[in-house]
């Protein structure tokens, strides 16, 4: 650790040695760490607060602490609502400038920026320097207020109370208010007019206290309210919009050309061609953005992509992962910086529960009785001859961490780091080939040959499956191309064999549980046919153990349940999880991306600066 | 001449109706729908409320008879993803790009095609026509987005002459446009300009055995008006035929191309299209395709007349 803090000053180490003796004081046993109620609730989580919590949970680094204590970065300050004084006079005089070209990789346009109609990760990584929430993440996935200084829930959990920043303003000049948020809400939870009102469903209401303070009320407790529901990005469904712009504009225009209160204001939008945004002189935060214009052109081909970075047209690329293959080329180019992180998803391999040799009619029992059937013992022969080191280092080139459950490791608090020891579905051949012998295919003797349905970008590991599951178990599985609409609809019908499919944008144990895991989760075979009771898993303790974690506030207790949840369907192999993907951000060396901003599967560009 | 040209233009029409209402029903009988690409991020109940939203949820002929009635009114209708753009506007986007690429594409082709293919004429089997043989075939057997990837490594990112992708508009002036279209318009221009070469090469050999060219030089005129004015011209309906194809291909989008230079042209739009069972946004562009390749080869029966004074049309 000396020789790693060497360059840095002795005001920096000094400050290291604080910050880290300070998230290891705790006493191991109390259940809140040393942290008042109100530290673990505020209108923030302190970066202190966060460190405590990594460092309770084991998962704390010299690099988080470093991150910590970079000079641009100051712990988050409790403020009072009291205390939050308008905006101050921008001064852009003080802005370093810059023009960044971004790449945007893997599409062929950014078909819509209107929060109500985004789909793809891709274009909320726009949109989310051009319209705020009231939350918004940091980098490790703790909401911190955005448009809202401050929060605070009643007792009973039911109504949250907001206090609106003051002294903002959307790019047309109209003041941002407790109207705006009305607006977007009503707007929002209308499925003629928004894809994600399902997102709001347990909003019973949003009532308007004064012009900068509103209440939310919920139908029950939901702790996932300020990441899944508020957020900017991930949430989506109260991603502030304005209504002036809306109805000059209309909702397709407006989807081009949004209008916010981000950093960014956007100037063009060709479709397909590229979108130019340009820095917001009354942004709230006079520090804020230090470019002065930013353009995205999507890339589809791989190949170009490179070419463009390599030849300096563009400085950085954002968008979907770039191709794996290119990244080892783009790590030996001394120009370009790569940075890796953990990406907030998972990939598995599902098995119909309703279909020979995987069949289990009941995922009700015990895994010791679950054991005595032949169908579970196929599933877990399978989830355990999958070697996930080498399928990530054949068909990512070493790009993933190995995954055992939906709960992915960016989200750091809540990810269990001894599950890659504690599943069942941990790497064993022996063990897989015993299991599959008793079901009755001894060396794969006797197994029929199934079907493995991937998207066409997920060929390469479908193959390297097939292969895998060949040589390990002598079972066959073809490849079944299809493109993601017809996936997707044999997906949700339960009409598969073998399918591989995932998650990208899981910022809350609720987006990898609620959306995957529960009994209704939205994807759990929605489209079944009625006689089938349940889709691809249905654990009545998984589903209680959710339904307590989503009230659940505090949040140690909350850790305890999500964990709890997660092992179970690792154990009862809801699927043999493959890996959680890494999130990889490329960009030219003279460009300046802050660790504050590096949220995973995000492209916050408020922060970053480009050397002339 | 006019009442040719009405009868064609009528029947043009009817082909196009033709391939529009077959497209509209090959889409259905896709597996896929729209509402499933999308539904990786909206919850599946809410997807009985999309259909009804986009009218998928009627049967096939009454959408058939909304879509006839909606197109015959000029509205091709609004893309179901995102915010639902109008189909008219996606494609007059992407129009002036496919056309200022396929435009400079066939000027480059051409250009190189015509002086290869009548040098190699006038030189036959000559070091010259063979050499020139060897690189039409060479054109020919290089795929474009090979070529293009080699043009951007060589030209954008070895010497930093040119931008590796993109493109601008000719309003933002010509440079800029010409710039981020040359290196594309050499990639999807090569096969072409191998086949118009040898296609002027074999009409010129043709035509310079001719009577009126022996005629035309035992009149003692100059070398150069026989071939351009006596031979080009004559050998010039083959060409013609090849141009027509060719310029409807290239206007129909040159997809790979597109792709590889991050141009969104109509080829992008309806390959983006079809991937993402966005069936207005397909029915859109499959109709001014059809109707880019009809009226092409219309024009190009017109100009045979312009070239050949003997072709006539009067019925």
């Known amino acids: 650790m000396r020789r790693m803090l060497d360059p840095l000053s002795n005001e920096t180490r000094r400050r290291f040695r604080e910050l880290w003796r300070w998230a290891h004081d705790f006493d191991p046993k109390d259940p809140l760490f040393g942290l008042t109620k109100q530290q673990l609730s505020g209108p923030t989580l302190s970066r202190r607060t966060v460190l405590r919590l990594m460092a309770a949970a084991g998962i704390l680094s010299v690099a988080d602490v470093l991150a910590a204590c970079a000079p641009t970065q100051t712990p988050a300050q409790t403020t009072s609502p009291q205390q939050a004084a308008p905006a101050q006079q921008p001064a852009p005089q003080t802005r370093p400038g810059g023009h960044l070209i971004c790449g945007w990789a893997g599409t062929n346009e950014i078909r819509t920026l209107d929060p109500a109609q985004i789909n793809q990760v891709l274009q909320f990584q726009i949109a989310s320097n051009v319209l705020s929430g009231l939350t918004h993440i940091n980098p490790d996935l703790v909401a911190e207020g955005d448009l809202a200084v401050d929060w605070e829930p009643s007792d009973d959990g039911l109504s949250w109370t907001f206090y609106l920043r003051e002294g903002v303003t959307f790019h047309n000049g109209d003041p941002f208010t407790a109207d705006d948020v009305l607006f977007t809400y009503n707007r929002s939870k209308d499925p003629e007019q928004s894809i994600h009102s399902g ?125 794996a293959e290119l990244i080892d080329r783009f790590v030996a ?48 022969a399978i989830a355990k001859a999958i070697d996930r080191e080498a399928l990530i280092q054949r068909a990512l080139f070493g790009r993933g961490e190995p995954a055992y459950g939906s709960v992915n490791p960016a989200m750091r608090f809540f990810f269990d780091t001894a599950i890659n020891q504690s599943s069942l579905q941990r790497f064993d051949l022996a063990e897989a080939q015993r299991l599959l012998a008793e079901a009755g295919y001894p060396d794969g003797q006797g197994f029929p040959t199934l079907k493995l349905m991937v998207t066409p970008a997920g060929k390469r590991e479908g193959e390297i499956l097939v292969d895998m599951l060949q040589k390990n178990l002598g079972i066959t599985l073809e490849l079944d191309i299809k493109d993601f609409p017809v996936l997707i609809d044999f997906f949700n019908s339960m009409d598969f064999d073998t399918l591989r499919i995932g998650s990208g944008g899981d910022y809350d144990p609720d987006d ?54 997660n092992q179970i369907t690792s154990d009862k ?40 | 001449m006019t009442r040719y040209i009405i009868r064609r233009t009528l029947a043009a029409l009817v082909v196009v109706w033709a391939v529009g209402t077959l497209v509209f029903f090959a889409l259905r009988a896709v597996p896929g729908d729209p509402i499933s690409a999308m539904l990786a991020d909206v919850d599946p109940s809410m997807a009985e409320q999309l259909r009804q939203k986009f009218g998928l949820d009627k049967p096939v002929y009454v959408q058939y008879g909304l879509w006839m009635l909606r197109t015959l009114q000029g509205d091709l209708g609004n893309s179901i993803y995102g915010s639902n753009v109008a189909v008219s506007r996606i494609i007059a986007e992407a129009l002036p790009r496919t056309l200022s690429l396929a435009a400079l594409s066939l000027v480059i082709s051409l250009s190189i095609a015509l002086v290869a293919g009548i040098v190699s004429a006038i030189r036959r089997n000559s070091l010259l026509d063979h050499s020139m043989t060897f690189l039409a075939f060479l054109g020919l057997s290089m795929p474009d987005f090979w070529l293009g990837i080699l043009l951007i490594i060589v030209f954008a990112v070895k010497l930093g002459w040119l931008p590796a992708i993109g493109y601008k508009p000719l309003s933002d002036g010509l440079w800029p446009w010409f710039s981020h279209l040359i290196l594309p318009a050499v990639a999807a221009g090569t096969p072409f300009s191998a086949i118009i070469a040898r296609m002027t090469r074999s009409a010129m050999l043709e035509v310079l055995n001719s009577e009126y060219i022996k005629v035309a030089r035992a009149k003692g005129l100059h070398e150069r008006t026989v ?82 004074p003997r072709i006539r049309y009067e019925t």
């Open chain 1, 199 to 323: 997102v709001l469903a347990n909003i019973q209401d949003v009532v308007k206290v004064d012009d900068y303070t509103v209440q939310i009320l919920l139908e029950k407790p939901q702790a996932s309210l300020l990441v899944k529901t508020l957020e900017r990005s991930s949430g989506r469904a109260m991603t502030i919009v304005n209504r002036r712009a809306l109805e000059e504009m209309g909702p397709e225009q407006y989807g081009l050309t949004p209008v916010g209160t981000g950093p960014f204001r956007v100037v063009e939008h060709q479709l397909g061609q590229g979108v130019v945004v340009e820095a917001f002189d009354d942004y709230y935060d006079p520090q804020r953005p230090k470019l002065d214009k930013i353009t995205f052109i999507p890339i589809p081909e791989p190949e170009p992509l490179a070419a463009a970075i390599e030849a300096g047209d563009i400085h950085l690329i954002g968008g979907n992962a770039p191709a």
């Open chain 1, 333 to 380: 180019n001394p120009d370009l910086v790569v940075s890796e992180i953990t990406g907030p998803g998972f990939q598995a391999l599902w098995m119909n529960p309703h279909r020979d040799p995987f069949r289990v009619p009941d995922f009700n029992k015990s895994v010791e009785e679950l054991l005595q059937e032949p169908g579970f013992k196929v599933r877990l």
């Open chain 1, 512 to 565: 990898a549980l609620v959306d995957w895991m529960i009994t209704t989760a939205k994807f759990n075979g929605p489209n079944r046919p009625e006689d089938l009771p349940f889709g691809y898993f249905s654990d009545a303790e998984v589903d209680a153990l959710v339904e307590e974690e989503r009230a659940e506030t505090d949040l140690d207790r909350r850790k305890e349940l999500v964990q709890k949840a």
């Open chain 1, 573 to 612: 192999v809801a699927a043999a999880f493959l890996y959680h993907p890494l999130d990889i951000l490329v960009y030219r060396k003279e460009v300046n991306f802050p660790a504050e901003s590096r949220i995973p599967g995000l492209v916050d560009l408020d922060r970053t600066t480009l050397e002339s």
């Open chain 2, 227 to 308: 071939i351009l004015v006596h031979g080009l011209k004559n050998a010039l309906i083959p060409v013609v035929t090849v141009m027509g194809i060719a310029f409807a291909l290239l206007m129909s989008g040159t997809v790979i191309v597109e792709n590889v230079f991050a141009i969104k042209g109509l080829g992008r739009v309806l390959i983006q299209g079809i991937l993402n069972r966005d069936y207005p946004v397909v029915q859109g562009a499959i109709l001014v395709v059809s109707m880019v390749f009809v009226f092409s080869n219309l024009l190009v029966d017109i100009l045979y007349t312009v070239i050949d």
